[in-house]
């Protein structure tokens, strides 16, 4: 069957519109939106540039002419008004090319739309035609030219000269920036991950957060209410970055990730009660300092400040330089001190987790001294109580591509604990090698931030 208004291709419908006319002037992006619509439609511009030297001799010869004509004109004024407009461009055309070195280009534009059902074609038909003409532009809907107006939105490029005859609009240089069609609120970077669509027109949305060439950093913040997808979205990161061989390191509250851990062949580590795997907060790693720097004992102890913060609330400045002397202290019966050759053995290998203080020793110093009975009360759980895991040596090695920190067994109350220490174990990993792609993911991050707030 044929019907001068549409063609059927496996299905689907397609129906064509020209631009034949334009606002004189534009001030805007003529396809804008277009773009930012939701309406399956495929669109070509065709730019065809001109002789200068042919285009101005042309235009020479026609002001002349129209020049003559609007003089002996009579008193018919709308021959006279249409005249004078054909002048008037044609002088500032004329202008731009040999004062602003402006080439002239002729300019086509077709719309094909499709869908798989009728009436909705014909309803995105009249809506297209009300947004352009919203726009200043006319259009002319393809009838018996559906065919050549089809192939015409094909990248084979072929304009044919009996749609080019309707379609043919004159344009100079800078006329062209506004019939740019890609200025919409899509991003798409070449070497990034499928993130979602975006909710004005559907388009793809790919970001490369690792091109430092044109983002800060690569950090990100997931927000939403609950059951909104914050979880699953943070799923499809990790599987797909994991794609990608970028190392990721998880802090999991709601033991929410055990799962993907397991089927992307990651590695689970448990701190709780019932865990048999142990990370001593007192650790000192080689990779906490990047390479080049100095100071592993001035860096771990404001970590540790921080920490223990959260157990024993906020500290004025003495209380803080008064932890700080035991903490010293701690390291010092262990041969460690600001010296960062102090952390080497004899063989010039870093010390292990062994030589390593851990928070009974700590305790033990804080009970020698009348003025920290308040820090000895606090740690008390940590060394011979509920928390008592929290005492021991590590026991855990971190080499692997994905490493899930579950930290549900600590409770609501202890969680913020669970948070701080693996949060300081991935970030030095992170720097433990700048030039590898990293990623550290917090989730509920809002339980420890909302401990520092009073």
Same mark, same amino acid.
């Given at each position: 069957?044929?019907?001068?208004?549409?063609?059927?291709?496996?299905?689907?419908?397609?129906?064509?519109?020209?631009?034949?006319?334009?606002?004189?002037?534009?001030?805007?992006?003529?396809?804008?939106?277009?773009?930012?619509?939701?309406?399956?439609?495929?669109?070509?511009?065709?730019?065809?540039?001109?002789?200068?030297?042919?285009?101005?001799?042309?235009?020479?010869?026609?002001?002349?002419?129209?020049?003559?004509?609007?003089?002996?004109?009579?008193?018919?004024?709308?021959?006279?008004?249409?005249?004078?407009?054909?002048?008037?461009?044609?002088?500032?055309?004329?202008? =731009?090319?040999?004062?602003?070195?402006?080439?002239?280009?002729?300019?086509?534009?077709?719309?094909?739309?499709?869908?798989?059902?009728?009436?909705?074609?014909?309803?995105?038909?009249?809506?297209?035609?009300?947004?352009?003409?919203?726009?200043?532009?006319?259009?002319?809907?393809?009838?018996?030219?559906?065919?050549?107006?089809?192939?015409?939105?094909?990248?084979?490029?072929?304009?044919?000269?009996?749609?080019?005859?309707?379609?043919?609009?004159?344009?100079?240089?800078?006329?062209?920036?506004?019939?740019?069609?890609?200025?919409?609120?899509?991003?798409?970077?070449?070497?990034?991950?499928?993130?979602?669509?975006?909710?004005?027109?559907?388009?793809?949305?790919?970001?490369?957060?690792?091109?430092?060439?044109?983002?800060?950093?690569?950090?990100?913040?997931?927000?939403?209410?609950?059951?909104?997808?914050?979880?699953?979205?943070?799923?499809?990161?990790?599987?797909?970055?994991?794609?990608?061989?970028?190392?990721?390191?998880?802090?999991?509250?709601?033991?929410?990730?055990?799962?993907?851990?397991?089927?992307?062949?990651?590695?689970?580590?448990?701190?709780?009660?019932?865990?048999?795997?142990?990370?001593?907060?007192?650790?000192?790693?080689?990779?906490?300092?990047?390479?080049?720097?100095?100071?592993?004992?001035?860096?771990?102890?404001?970590?540790?400040?921080?920490?223990?913060?959260?157990?024993?609330?906020?500290?004025? =400045?003495?209380?803080?330089?008064?932890?700080?002397?035991?903490?010293?202290?701690?390291?010092?019966?262990?041969?460690?001190?600001?010296?960062?050759?102090?952390?080497?053995?004899?063989?010039?290998?870093?010390?292990?987790?062994?030589?390593?203080?851990?928070?009974?020793?700590?305790?033990?110093?804080?009970?020698?001294?009348?003025?920290?009975?308040?820090?000895?009360?606090?740690?008390?759980?940590?060394?011979?109580?509920?928390?008592?895991?929290?005492?021991?040596?590590?026991?855990?090695?971190?080499?692997?591509?994905?490493?899930?920190?579950?930290?549900?067994?600590?409770?609501?109350?202890?969680?913020?604990?669970?948070?701080?220490?693996?949060?300081?174990?991935?970030?030095?990993?992170?720097? =433990?090698?700048?030039? =590898?792609?990293?990623?550290?993911?917090?989730?509920?991050?809002?339980?420890?931030?909302?401990?520092?707030?009073?």
């Amino acid at each position: 069957m044929q019907n001068p208004k549409y063609l059927e291709i496996d299905n689907l419908f397609y129906s064509s519109l020209i631009v034949v006319n334009y606002y004189r002037e534009q001030t805007d992006l003529l396809l804008k939106n277009l773009i930012e619509t939701n309406i399956n439609m495929n669109i070509s511009i065709f730019y065809e540039k001109q002789d200068s030297y042919k285009t101005i001799k042309d235009l020479t010869y026609h002001i002349g002419n129209v020049g003559v004509e609007i003089k002996e004109a009579n008193q018919n004024r709308q021959d006279i008004d249409i005249a004078s407009y054909t002048y008037n461009d044609a002088k500032y055309i004329r202008k =731009e090319m040999q004062v602003n070195n402006e080439d002239l280009y002729f300019l086509y534009i077709y719309i094909n739309l499709y869908s798989d059902d009728i009436k909705e074609l014909e309803y995105n038909l009249n809506k297209i035609e009300g947004i352009l003409q919203s726009k200043g532009m006319q259009t002319r809907r393809a009838n018996f030219r559906q065919e050549e107006c089809f192939l015409a939105t094909l990248p084979i490029m072929e304009n044919r000269e009996i749609i080019k005859e309707v379609s043919r609009r004159n344009i100079l240089t800078s006329g062209l920036i506004s019939t740019y069609p890609f200025l919409s609120s899509s991003i798409f970077d070449k070497n990034g991950i499928f993130i979602g669509t975006n909710i004005y027109n559907n388009s793809l949305v790919f970001i490369d957060r690792y091109n430092t060439e044109k983002y800060k950093n690569a950090n990100i913040c997931i927000f939403g209410t609950s059951g909104a997808g914050k979880s699953f979205y943070t799923k499809l990161l990790i599987l797909r970055y994991k794609l990608l061989g970028i190392k990721q390191y998880i802090i999991d509250p709601d033991r929410e990730y055990n799962k993907v851990c397991k089927n992307l062949r990651g590695v689970q580590i448990k701190i709780g009660p019932t865990s048999e795997t142990y990370i001593n907060i007192l650790d000192i790693r080689k990779e906490s300092i990047e390479f080049g720097e100095n100071g592993y004992l001035a860096t771990k102890i404001s970590k540790l400040i921080g920490f223990f913060n959260l157990i024993f609330g906020e500290m004025d =400045e003495e209380e803080k330089a008064l932890l700080e002397e035991k903490i010293i202290e701690v390291y010092k019966l262990k041969n460690i001190t600001f010296d960062d050759k102090s952390l080497y053995d004899k063989n010039n290998n870093f010390k292990s987790e062994k030589h390593m203080p851990i928070l009974e020793d700590l305790f033990n110093i804080l009970s020698k001294d009348p003025r920290t009975k308040k820090f000895r009360i606090k740690l008390i759980p940590f060394v011979e109580g509920s928390m008592k895991f929290f005492n021991n040596y590590t026991n855990v090695k971190l080499d692997n591509e994905l490493i899930v920190a579950d930290i549900y067994d600590l409770g609501e109350e202890n969680l913020k604990y669970g948070m701080y220490l693996f949060t300081d174990i991935f970030w030095d990993k992170i720097k =433990e090698n700048r030039e =590898e792609k990293k990623a550290i993911y917090l989730d509920e991050i809002w339980r420890l931030i909302r401990s520092y707030i009073k």
